[in-house]
């Protein structure tokens, strides 16, 4: 079946970069787009960016200048790389198959 | 990029009550609209995907509408565990836009 599992480190410092990895089975990501969402504690749900399954990438202006995705295809990952993180880049980073298909998702927070 | 206008941001329904929740799109999406369910601590669940398709799963209690550009959730007879946040989601095209969600919780 399909399934999404977001990975990666739980704690940032300030000023550092976070990587995380989606790690997916049941699909390939050739055929399929992944997404990347997150949520700041109490707050909604922001799209962040999609790797499209012929390997062009989307991402919010907002978050344009200090967002990376790629993608391994041979591991069946997706990779989100954001570099100076600030404290209001804490929060819960999910990837998703859109519409139906969401990871569990990974809480980050960005402390010193 | 298309803003989604969700109304209302907050809920309190009797249980056996009928709910609407609305989306309101700024330009044409066509029948890419869902709606989540989401839980306190875990992900969105998808209540209704291309506008008016009931998930998997989901009771039918639960239905999704569309006039033009506004689309609906209904939940008819309400009950206990249909508390929570619900978020309606284009992706009709990049960058994807949700709505800013609604709180509903039983009186």
């Known amino acids: 079946q399909v399934q999404l599992k977001e990975s990666g480190p739980g704690l940032v410092q300030p000023s550092q970069t976070l990587s995380l990895t989606c790690t997916v089975s049941?699909?390939?990501?050739?055929?399929?787009?992944v997404h990347w969402v997150r949520q700041p504690p109490g707050k909604g749900l922001e799209w962040m960016g999609r790797?499209?399954?012929?390997?062009?990438?989307s991402y919010n202006s907002a978050l344009k200048s200090r967002l990376s995705i790629s993608r391994d295809t041979s591991k069946n990952q997706v990779f989100l790389k954001m570099n100076s993180l600030q404290t209001d880049d804490t929060g819960t980073y999910y990837c998703?198959?859109?519409?139906?298909?969401w990871g569990q998702g990974v809480m980050v927070t960005v402390s010193s | 990029d298309i803003q989604m206008t969700q109304s209302p941001a907050s809920l309190s329904a009797s249980l056996e009550e009928i709910v609407t929740i609305t989306c309101q799109a700024s330009?044409?999406?066509?029948?890419?609209l869902s709606w989540y369910q989401q839980k306190p601590g875990k992900s969105p669940q998808l209540l209704i995907h291309?506008?008016?398709s009931l998930a998997d799963g989901v009771p039918s209690r639960f239905s999704g509408s569309r006039s033009g550009t506004q689309y609906s959730l209904k939940i008819n007879r309400l009950q206990v565990e249909d508390t929570g946040i619900y978020y309606c989601?284009?992706?009709?095209?990049?960058?994807?836009?949700f709505g800013s969600g609604t709180k509903l919780e039983i009186k």
């Open positions: 998703t198959r859109v519409p139906i298909y």
């Open positions: 790797m499209r399954y012929n390997g062009d990438t």
């Open positions: 989601l284009q992706h009709y095209s990049a960058p994807l836009t």
């Open positions: 291309s506008a008016t």
């Open positions: 049941g699909f390939s990501l050739t055929s399929y787009n």
């Open positions: 330009q044409d999406i066509g029948n890419y």
